[in-house]
């Protein structure tokens, strides 16, 4: 669905980057011509043009989240499309990456086109969905991947559902070896899991959960991948790092011959924020997730590697489960948590306290995931781009809720976090869709994300 009328975005900051690169706050406007930029300039004017006050507000490129399960089909208890696209709306996204663990899993071109299929109708926003990696199809990689759609290749290296662990270096090499596009990698080690599963002791508890999914675990895993896709030069993105082994390490491995951006990776607001043992003493087995939420000496490497831009992206992992379910004792309890809708309010409020930068948020929301990916058109506010913004209020405060989140599984971790930054506008293909907390497009819906 494309905007035929001309929109102007007047008097906000437009968070924007030069030929170099270089990335300004500037106080610009922005008009809008069927769906994509027409003109970034001051002072614009158009005599019928719709107008967007964005006074005393930021404007950014149209953030993406690279990483999240929106459970459709086959799980759709937990979550659909329908509802995780809402929530990411909500939550100022504007275009979202999911992942191939449904049932069944994404492994073949017409399990792909059928989640196309059902995000047309469905879906709030812009989409993209992961090609699953298995044995059945490792040598159907180059092939499946060129799908309509589709965003990448996944690969779980460590305990998935039906087919998807890939943890033998045999059908790694041969799915690195078959295509082109970036493979993300879920980093742990399944003979170590499956190993260490015995230090849960006879009456186990949720706090336990980073002792038996280790550090070693994640860098055995990471240090594996990496070795594989340099001996190939396949571009791979490691998901969610957790450890400051795996942070230190890569910092000194992430290149191999020059190559740009062969190895890229991962981080999520979760672990940035949440530290144990806190969060599983207040949480409980709200906290788990897989990988785990470590100590402050793991969060606070990350946060160095946010900095030294040893982590390229920032992903939700989206990942929910019923509170029923997160109910069970643990370890029955599954792992995972909601997160699309909570992952630029938590990057705000880190920015209000002063760990991070508005413009080095955008780098990694917008900026990064558009050139790791190879996104068509989007990640920049750019003449001739898809008109893709999220605009927010570096001052409002507000109060994370469970009856905030639209996610099926109504649930935060956050639940009555107070954060100040918050999304005001997310606009997407030249369309209002979210103003004011308000849903203000109820018929739009995105559309496939395109890549170069």
């Known amino acids: 669905m494309v905007v035929s009328m001309k929109t102007i975005l007047k008097n906000g900051y437009c968070v924007i980057s030069d030929d170099k690169n270089q990335t300004s706050i500037s106080p610009l406007d922005i008009s809008?011509?069927?769906?994509r930029?027409?003109?970034i300039s001051q002072n614009l004017e158009s005599p019928n043009a719709k107008i967007i006050d964005c006074k005393n507000l930021m404007i950014l490129p149209g953030l993406i989240d690279t990483q999240v399960h929106f459970r459709e089909p086959g799980?759709?208890?937990?979550?659909?499309?329908?509802?995780?696209?809402?929530?990411a709306i909500f939550g100022g996204i504007t275009a979202f990456f999911e992942m191939p663990n449904t049932k069944p899993n994404t492994i073949t071109p017409a399990d792909i086109q059928n989640k196309v299929s059902i995000a047309e109708k469905n879906s709030f926003c812009d989409f993209g969905f992961f090609l699953g990696a298995c044995a059945e199809n490792r040598s159907l990689i180059a092939e499946y991947e060129n799908t309509p759609g589709c965003c990448g290749v996944k690969i779980?290296?460590?305990?998935?559902?039906?087919?998807?662990?890939?943890?033998?270096?045999?059908?790694?090499?041969?799915?690195?070896k078959s295509g082109v596009r970036r493979v993300s990698v879920h980093c742990e080690d399944e003979k170590r899991l499956i190993e260490r599963k015995s230090t849960l002791n006879s009456n186990p508890n949720v706090s336990l959960h980073p002792l038996w999914r280790d550090e070693e675990t994640a860098l055995i895993a990471t240090q594996r991948i990496v070795t594989l896709a340099k001996r190939?030069?396949?571009?791979?993105?490691?998901l969610h790092l957790t450890t400051k082994q795996e942070v230190l390490w890569l910092k000194d491995n992430k290149h191999h011959n020059e190559i740009e951006?062969?190895?890229?990776?991962?981080?999520?607001?979760?672990?940035?924020?949440?530290?144990?043992?806190?969060?599983?003493d207040q949480l409980g087995t709200l906290a788990q997730m897989n990988p785990?939420?470590?100590?402050?000496?793991?969060?606070?490497?990350?946060?160095?590697?946010?900095?030294?831009?040893?982590?390229?992206v920032v992903g939700s992992d989206h990942a929910?489960?019923?509170?029923?379910?997160?109910?069970?004792?643990?370890?029955?309890?599954?792992?995972?948590?909601?997160?699309?809708?909570?992952?630029?309010?938590?990057?705000?409020?880190?920015?209000?306290?002063?760990?991070?930068?508005?413009?080095?948020?955008?780098?990694l929301m917008a900026h990064r995931p558009a050139k790791i990916f190879n996104m068509k058109d989007r990640g920049h506010i750019q003449k001739g781009f898809l008109a893709n913004f999220t605009v927010v209020d570096l001052k409002k405060e507000m109060t994370i809720t469970n009856e905030w989140i639209k996610s099926k599984s109504q649930w935060t971790p956050f639940h009555n976090k107070k954060v100040i930054g918050c999304p005001i506008h997310t606009i997407i293909n030249g369309e209002p869709v979210v103003s004011y907390n308000q849903l203000v497009s109820p018929e739009f819906r995105g559309r496939a994300v395109e890549f170069n």
């Open 261 to 280: 951006d062969l190895i890229t990776c991962e981080v999520t607001p979760q672990h940035l924020t949440l530290a144990a043992p806190d969060c599983y």
């Open 32 to 35: 809008i011509e069927n769906g």
């Open 320 to 363: 929910p489960h019923t509170l029923q379910e997160k109910s069970n004792p643990y370890p029955s309890s599954p792992s995972g948590m909601t997160g699309v809708q909570t992952t630029v309010p938590l990057l705000l409020d880190h920015v209000h306290n002063k760990r991070l930068t508005l413009e080095r948020l955008v780098d």
């Open 156 to 176: 779980f290296m460590g305990s998935s559902t039906g087919s998807l662990l890939v943890d033998n270096d045999e059908d790694l090499e041969a799915v690195l």
């Open 37 to 39: 930029i027409l003109e």
């Open 232 to 238: 190939h030069k396949r571009k791979i993105h490691v």
């Open 75 to 87: 799980l759709t208890h937990k979550e659909d499309l329908h509802h995780g696209s809402l929530g």
């Open 292 to 312: 785990p939420i470590r100590n402050q000496d793991h969060q606070d490497e990350l946060w160095k590697a946010v900095h030294n831009k040893t982590i390229d």
